[in-house]
Each structure stands twice: as structure tokens, then as C-alpha cells.
């Protein structure tokens, strides 16, 4: 029997083991897909050996960039965003094989194309993480300028507490892919002038549980298109099945 899986930490969120696990069940195909929850990346070493019949992995926070270095090849799309949340397993002989791909950027950028309106042209990207970096990749491949924030200094990005409703007119477009307003702190929301968001805002939350996020309701109070990350979630699936099978 194959096996695929998810490497992150934690791992008590995790959309990927229902959806594929369903996926065999439904589809007769002899295959179990299981969580590795590993508190430090070195353990994914002892994942590939300790699992002959593995085939492939997903991996989430906080992994998608340190997993880089211990791959023996990576896409060229995952390399130019810097972030890898696929890895396809091949065992020839005694060698194993790992290749990183990224199926973020595929599932984000056509979960939010149909929305973008012509007055979309630029977008501000909640967090600085792994995931970010899809999004400011499928951002731009769709012609959006981008703009990171944090809660910190740093380097071309700004701080949540220098966004003025001016801004938040020009960059119209935010998205948000930190975890607050996650499931339970669903009562938390990113720091923004959300009063002066109108119906030209897009607000699009990588959160899919709760369905709609404080980020979410706030801007739809005021008029904006808001949508949660569930299809993206999907789609990015989708495209790891594709990328397991068919490269």
C-alpha cells in the first residue's frame, strides 16, 4: 500500500488527512495518507527511511522553507517563491529521491482570478512566512503590485500600525495569510482601518475554519468581496496529486 503525508507541527488543523483519505476510499485506491507531526525538521529524515512505501508528502507550517535544503531537487516556480509545500518520494533501488514543488501559488492564484475586478492593482500581504511568498508570487504572475506587513521592521515591508485608510484604498487587495483569526481565537482579527474598505476592497483569508474570519465580516460590514481559504485548500491538492503522478 502507498502512503503519503503531511509534515508540519502542529498538525491538529490538518485539512489534507480527511481530504485524501477520502479521496482513496471513494476513488479504490490502495493508498493511506498519514500525519507526521515532527517537532524539528531533521526529523523527516527518519520519515523516509522509516517509510519504504512513501510517495508523498505535503508540509505546512513552519516548514515550507526549511524543508528546501533537504531536497534533492526543486521546481523551478518553488525555488524562484523560496517556499516548498509538495514533495514527491521516488525509490529506485536503494536510492530515494526527493523533489519540492509548490502548490500554493496554483491553488491560490485560480481560487482568486475570477474576483479581481480592473480596478485591482494592488495588493497588500498579511505575513512574512512561507506561505506569503505563493501568494506574492501568484500576485504578481496575475499583474498585482504587492506590498508585504508586519508586525515588525523589516526589510520592503511595512508595519500593520503605518497602514492609513489611504492605503488601504491604493492596495486594495489584502490578503491575509497569517493565523489569527484562526479556530478557536476566532475573535481576533489584523490590525486595519477597516472603516474605509468599500465595495472596491478584496479580502482574501488563507483561513478556512472558522468560514468566515473577523477579518472577513469586518470588510463585508463595509462593502468589500471577501472569500476564505477553502477552494484554494482544494485546488492546492488537486495539484499535489498532479505533481506526485505526473511529473
Keep these: 500500500m502507498d502512503k503519503y503525508g503531511l509534515i508540519g507541527y502542529p498538525l491538529g488543523h490538518s485539512f489534507s488527512i480527511s481530504y485524501f483519505n477520502e479521496k482513496f476510499q471513494n476513488e479504490n485506491i490502495d493508498a493511506v495518507y498519514e500525519n507526521f507531526e515532527i517537532p524539528h525538521i531533521d526529523n523527516l529524515q527518519e520519515i523516509i527511511d522509516t517509510n519504504p512505501n512513501l510517495r508523498g508528502l ?33 525509490h529506485k533501488g536503494s536510492e530515494t529521491t526527493l523533489t519540492g514543488y509548490n502548490s500554493d501559488v496554483i491553488g491560490f492564484t485560480r481560487s482568486i482570478e475570477a474576483l479581481l475586478e480592473r480596478w485591482h492593482k494592488k495588493a497588500l500581504i498579511l505575513g512574512t512566512g512561507g506561505a506569503s511568498k505563493a501568494i506574492n508570487y501568484g500576485l504578481k504572475s496575475l499583474g498585482l503590485e504587492t506590498v508585504f506587513v508586519s508586525r515588525y521592521e523589516r526589510p520592503d515591508t511595512i508595519r500593520y500600525q503605518d497602514i492609513t485608510p489611504e492605503i488601504i484604498k491604493e492596495y486594495n487587495v489584502i490578503v491575509n495569510c497569517t493565523p489569527v483569526g484562526l479556530y478557536p481565537k476566532t475573535d481576533k482579527c ?25 477579518f472577513m465580516a469586518k470588510g463585508r460590514q463595509r462593502g468589500a468581496t471577501v472569500k476564505n481559504g477553502l477552494e484554494m485548500l482544494l485546488l492546492q491538492a488537486f495539484a499535489s496529486w498532479d505533481f506526485w503522478h505526473n511529473k
Excluded: C, Q, W
Design 58 to 90: 505535503n508540509v505546512t507550517i513552519p516548514y515550507k522553507e526549511k524543508v528546501l535544503d533537504f531536497l534533492d531537487y526543486v521546481s523551478p516556480e518553488a525555488r524562484a517563491i523560496g517556499a516548498v509545500n509538495v514533495i514527491k518520494v521516488d
Design 190 to 214: 489584523p490590525d486595519l482601518p477597516y472603516e474605509a474598505m468599500d465595495s472596491h476592497t478584496l479580502l482574501y483569508d488563507l483561513i478556512y475554519n472558522p468560514d468566515e474570519t473577523l
